[in-house]
């Protein structure tokens, strides 16, 4: 069976992923990011490397590549974040890896996440955690019988779907969460080109779901043995 190669539409997939952070406000441009962006991005990286350890442990093929999905999300954010011109997504692709050389890397990544030091800002925007856990999560789907690229694009349209075009489904979102007693308020704004709405939580500024919305299923991305 031949794989599909990556390398070509990844650019196109992580632009999407600023896109949908820069319609909720919080991509900062022009702005270089503070040392608490980088921080917590971080933290959402190393969050899902520990899912895709766990998800690998358990021989669980969909969560593997629910897991990776979510690590190109999170780190290709954090490579946007940095601004750093010496890497990019493109040079993430690196070739496939034996499943226990795979194994052997993430449980290292994982054991360095649990012993980082303090940095400041100029030395997060050179991160070779986030950098080496894109490039073996990508080396890890390059072989194994899963449509990644599909997948992906899956991910980021389900991301996108809770943005609304309806004013509408906004306002019966908000209603919806003030039934349950949380705070929401639609903030209009645009996503590739089409005027949205962005649903937040005032008390944490969380982008929240609207009404009707449909979880991603991974499932229909893993070829028939």
Aim: hydrophobic share 45%; with cysteine.
């Amino acid at each position: 069976m031949t794989l599909p190669t990556y390398a070509t539409p990844l650019k196109r997939l992580a632009d999407e992923i600023v896109a949908w952070n820069a319609a909720a406000g919080k991509f900062p441009g022009e702005r270089a990011a503070t040392l608490e962006e980088l921080l917590n991005q971080e933290a959402r990286v190393v969050e899902e490397l520990k899912e895709l350890i766990h998800a690998m442990a358990e021989s669980d093929l969909t969560e593997t590549l629910d897991a990776v999905c979510d690590i190109f999300v999170t780190a290709s954010y954090y490579l946007a974040l940095a601004k750093n011109m010496q890497v990019s997504i493109e040079s993430c692709v690196v070739p496939p890896e034996e499943i226990e050389t795979i194994q052997a890397q993430l449980a290292e990544l994982a054991e360095q996440a649990e012993n980082l030091p303090e940095r400041s800002v100029a030395q997060m925007l050179d991160n070779p955690l986030i950098v080496k856990s894109l490039e073996v999560s990508l080396a890890l789907v390059r072989d194994l019988p899963v449509d990644f690229i599909g997948a992906q694009q899956a991910v980021n349209d389900n991301n996108a779907s809770k943005y609304v075009a309806s004013e509408a489904v906004a306002q019966e979102s908000v209603a919806h969460y003030a039934a349950k007693g949380e705070e929401v308020v639609a903030h209009a704004s645009s996503y590739l080109g089409k005027p949205v709405f962005v649903l937040k939580r005032t008390s944490d500024d969380k982008i929240m779901k609207p009404v009707g919305f449909v979880s991603v299923e991974l499932a229909p991305f893993i070829y028939a043995n």
